[in-house]
């Protein structure tokens, strides 16, 4: 559930950044995916996060209090097509550690917020550049999402069943763990360089580059003969009986990851199976009609039910939760995995740190609301001028 904008609490001064990042300062240009998610994501972490968005630029079609990929960050508006809005940027870069941009190649250089224009103003600077196919290659002017690159790097062609189409995971796999992780992986590497040599760059985080890099483990077992290059023929893709999904009497579904044997054992006795077909896991040959009896046992009691005879067991088995059944499970409830603030439940900061714990310190910001803020803290009066809160935007 979520609240308007006009029904959100008051916003306090925001403490001292918690956080291993305190003290890091980031300039994200505002964008869509991935970019924001990585920015977001060194946020959570306490570095200080300034969203520089434009007039009319892009966003979600939903309440920007709900656009969690603005928590813990400050929202400018700059309009980067105004005469002053490269200037403010420039100089907002100049006080920064790290800027995020995702647009596509050559954007920012003509829009003159490019690497060259930053790192002449910070040559520390660590310029991150998000795209789903790189800053070059024969797509890298191309138009794409999550699903194009996915697509190609082979990674797509490992889910579903193997006589129907392949199934994408929403935009998880390629936006925000291909992209996204691989962009703050790379930030993150280069600010240490900066800080210990003095030296900025630029890292080019492609899409397709870290969609292929998850697949590392799977090449290897390719080359060793050990993964078959079709869906529903291995261990980790459904092909095993004893790891995948099965339907209950309610229609609901249970995983199964049972692949050790100790673990398999315990799954067979408690699922029912007789002496005969536990033994069929050790002929691949036979896996059908494994999965035959496997599925016959699911189907005999609801997801509730199964779930309680598994629980406590070392059976590898859970229940197959929707997104807001997820946040009531009990051990993520225990743990806190998500928490709800400013009237919206959501996901926690994540990783956690034994001494430089990470908090939820804002809420999604309006475009534009701390404008006037970030030009005091960060001592960039030009920012102010780039946009009137009362009027239209310099520029459109």
Same mark, same amino acid.
């Given at each position: 559930?979520t609240s ?9 001064? #925001?403490?001292? +950044?918690?956080?291993?990042l305190a003290? &890091?300062? $980031?300039?994200?240009? !505002?964008?869509m =995916? *991935? %970019?924001?998610?990585a ?5 959570d ?13 892009p966003g ?5 209090a #709900?656009?969690? +990929? ?5 929202s &400018?508006? $700059?309009?980067?097509? !105004?005469?002053? =809005? *490269? %200037?403010?940027?420039l ?8 800027l ?8 920012a ?5 490019g690497?060259r ?5 910070n ?7 998000m795209?789903?196919?790189g800053?070059? =290659? *024969?797509?890298?002017?191309?138009a ?6 996915i697509?190609i ?9 193997a006589d129907?189409?392949p199934?994408a995971?929403?935009n998880l796999?390629?936006?925000y763990a ?11 590497a ?5 800080r210990?040599?003095g030296?900025?760059q630029v890292v080019?985080?492609?899409i397709?580059?870290?969609a292929?890099?998850?697949s ?16 529903e023929s291995?261990?980790?893709?459904g ?12 229609g ?8 050790e ?6 799954f067979?006795a ?6 005969d077909?536990?033994?069929l896991?050790?002929?691949?040959a036979?896996?059908?009609e494994?999965?035959?009896a ?5 189907r005999?009691r609801?997801r ?10 070392d059976a590898?088995t ?9 946040p009531?499970?009990?051990?993520l409830?225990?743990?806190g995995?998500?928490t709800?603030v400013?009237g ?14 990470t908090?939820?310190?804002r ?7 701390h404008t006037?803020?970030?030009?005091r803290?960060?001592?960039t009066p030009?920012l102010?001028r ?7 935007a310099?520029?459109t």
């Open positions: 559930m308007p904008l006009s029904n959100r609490p008051p916003q306090a001064p #925001a403490p001292a +950044a918690p956080g291993p003290g &890091v300062r $980031v300039v994200e240009l !505002a964008g =995916g *991935p %970019g924001p998610f920015a977001m994501l060194l946020a972490l306490g570095a200080d996060v300034v969203c520089v968005h434009r007039p009319g630029g979600l079609a939903i309440d920007p #709900a656009d969690l +990929a603005n928590r813990n960050k400050r &400018v508006l $700059v309009d980067l097509k !105004a005469p002053e =809005g *490269p %200037g403010a940027v100089d907002l870069a100049e006080r920064a550690d790290i995020i941009e995702g647009y596509r190649p050559g954007v250089e003509r829009l003159g917020v690497p224009e930053c790192l002449a103003r040559p520390r600077l660590v310029y991150g550049r795209t789903g196919w800053q070059d =290659g *024969p797509l890298a002017a191309s794409g999402h999550d699903i194009g690159y697509a790097t082979g990674v797509l062609g490992l889910a579903g069943p129907g189409a199934t995971p929403a796999l390629g936006d291909g992209g996204s992780l691989y962009l703050v992986t790379g930030v993150l280069a600010l240490h360089h900066a210990a040599h030296t900025g080019d985080a492609a397709v580059d870290g292929a890099h998850l590392t483990m799977l090449h290897g077992m390719l080359a060793a003969g050990a993964w078959q290059d079709r869906r291995n261990l980790l893709d092909g095993a009986p004893f790891y995948g999904v099965y339907s209950t009497a309610d609901g579904h249970m995983a199964v990851g049972a692949l044997q100790r673990f398999y054992d315990t067979a408690i699922l029912g199976l007789t002496a077909e536990a033994a896991r050790d002929d691949p036979r896996w059908p494994l999965r035959t496997v599925a016959a046992r699911f005999g609801t509730e039910e199964w779930t309680a005879v598994f629980a406590g067991t590898c859970a229940p197959v939760l929707s997104l807001t059944e997820a009531r499970h009990p051990h409830a225990a743990r995995t998500f709800e400013y919206t439940t959501q996901p926690a900061p994540a990783p956690r740190f034994s001494v430089t714990p908090a939820l310190r809420p999604p910001a309006p475009p534009g609301e006037a803020e970030v030009a803290d960060w001592d030009a102010t780039t946009h009137d809160p009362a009027g239209p310099a520029g």
